[in-house]
C-alpha cells in the first residue's frame, strides 16, 4: 500500500479475497453437481457415479474451504469425502451430505 492510497482511504484487497471469489463463483456449480449426485444416490440410479462426484466434489471443498474461513464446511466436506471412501452406506453418505449442501447454499446467499 502506498502512501497515496492511504490518504485516499483505499485498502488494499486481502491477500485471499481473489480466491475468495472463486471458490464462491465454483459453489454454484459444485452444488449443482451435489444436488444432482444425490438424487442418483436417493433413487438408486448410477450409484458408483453418483459417489464418484459426491467424493471429488467434497475433497476440493475440504481442501480450500478452511483456508478461506469456512472451517465448519470444509469439515463437513472432509466428512463427506470419508464416508464415501470407506464405502459407507447411502443413507450414512445422505445424511452428512445434507449439512454441506446446505452450507454450500447458504454461502451463496451471503
Do not use: C, Y
Not at 438424487?39 to 475433497?59: F, P, Y
Amino acid at each position: 500500500m502506498t502512501a497515496m492510497d492511504t490518504w485516499a482511504g483505499h485498502q488494499p484487497e486481502h491477500p485471499l479475497a481473489r480466491a475468495e471469489r472463486l471458490f464462491r463463483t465454483m459453489a454454484v456449480e459444485r452444488l449443482d453437481t451435489l444436488s444432482s449426485a444425490w438424487v442418483r444416490l436417493d433413487s438408486g440410479q448410477n450409484i458408483r457415479e453418483a459417489m464418484e462426484d459426491i467424493r471429488n466434489v467434497a475433497h476440493k471443498i475440504a481442501g480450500t474451504a478452511a483456508s478461506l474461513g469456512h472451517a465448519g464446511l470444509g469439515h463437513q466436506a472432509a466428512e463427506v469425502e470419508r464416508l464415501s471412501i470407506e464405502g459407507a452406506g447411502k443413507s450414512d453418505v445422505l445424511r452428512a451430505l445434507r449439512p454441506l449442501i446446505a452450507g454450500l447454499a447458504e454461502l451463496l446467499d451471503d
